[in-house]
C-alpha cells in the first residue's frame, strides 16, 4: 500500500486527506482525531461521528482511523438527511478486518423492510474470505446485491467503494470493480441514524479498521474512484 503523505490538493484530485471535500460530498472523515471522542466531518454538512467503544491509531502515512472491535464499538454521525440517499449515491473508505467472523457491519442507516440501507462483509466462500453485502430497504421488502466471494482475507489493507446509480451497484476493490454487483432496487430515505460499525439493523460487531471515509450523493465513475485510490496513501 502507498505511505505518501499530501500537503496540497492537485486541481484534478477528487478526494485528498488535505484539501476541501468535492462537489457532491456529504461526509469526509480525513482521519484526525478530536479529543472528546468525535471524529469531525469535513463536509459541509456536519455529520460528525460520537465515538463509542472505537479506538484512533496511526496509520504509516501519519493518518488516523479507527478499530472497532469484534463486540459493541460504533460510531453515531447523526440523523440529518444528507445521508438519506436514494437515486445515486457513492461510499468509499479504507479497512483492515482484524477478527474473522461470519458478517461486519460497516455502515447502516435503515429500518428493516421500510427504508435506508446497509453495508457489511459477509464470509464468503469459506472460512476467513470475504465479499461485499449490501441491503436496500423498501416498504415491506428488501433487496440485495453482492461481490461474488473471495475479495478480501483478514489482515490486509484495501480501499473499498459501493456506487449506486440508477437501480445498479457496483463494488470495488483497491480501484478497480468487483464481479458481482448489478440489479438493485433504490432505498426509500427515511429518518435514520448513520452508524460506522455495529448498527441497529443485523447488528453484527464491526472486528474491523475503518477510516478515511466519503460518502457523496451521487454515483462516482470508475475513472474516478480509481483516482481516490491512487491519490489516498495508508
Given amino acids: 500500500m502507498r505511505n505518501a503523505v499530501f500537503t496540497q490538493a492537485r486541481p484534478d484530485s477528487l478526494f485528498y486527506p ?34 463509542t467503544g472505537a479506538t484512533w491509531e496511526r496509520l504509516p502515512s501519519g493518518l488516523w482511523w479507527n ?17 438519506a440517499f436514494t437515486t445515486a449515491f457513492s461510499f468509499v473508505f479504507w479497512f483492515k478486518i482484524h477478527t474473522n467472523r461470519n458478517y461486519h457491519d460497516i455502515y447502516t442507516r435503515a429500518v428493516l423492510n421500510t427504508d435506508g440501507y446497509w453495508l457489511g462483509l459477509e464470509e464468503s466462500p469459506g472460512v476467513g474470505s470475504y465479499r461485499f453485502i449490501f441491503d436496500t430497504e423498501q416498504a415491506g421488502a428488501y433487496t440485495r446485491t453482492t461481490s461474488t466471494g473471495g475479495d478480501f482475507v483478514a489482515n490486509a ?54 477510516g ?6 451521487r454515483a462516482l465513475s470508475a475513472a474516478q474512484v480509481m483516482s481516490i485510490f491512487q491519490q489516498i496513501g495508508v
Fill in 18 to 51: 488535505h484539501s476541501k471535500p468535492p462537489l457532491g460530498c456529504v461526509l469526509d472523515l480525513k482521519g484526525r482525531p478530536f479529543s472528546g471522542g468525535t471524529i469531525l466531518d469535513n463536509s459541509p454538512y456536519g455529520n460528525h461521528g460520537a465515538i
Fill in 67 to 83: 478499530k472497532l472491535d469484534d463486540t459493541d464499538d460504533v460510531i453515531d454521525c447523526g440523523t440529518s438527511a444528507s445521508l
Fill in 157 to 210: 489493507i484495501y480501499m473499498g467503494a459501493v456506487v449506486f446509480n440508477t437501480n445498479t451497484t457496483t463494488f470495488y476493490k483497491n480501484g478497480l470493480p468487483l464481479v458481482g454487483g448489478g440489479a438493485q432496487t433504490a432505498p426509500l430515505a427515511g429518518t435514520r441514524t448513520f452508524y460506522r460499525g455495529k448498527g441497529n439493523l443485523q447488528n453484527f460487531p464491526s472486528g474491523m479498521y475503518l
Fill in 212 to 217: 478515511l471515509d466519503g460518502a457523496f450523493n
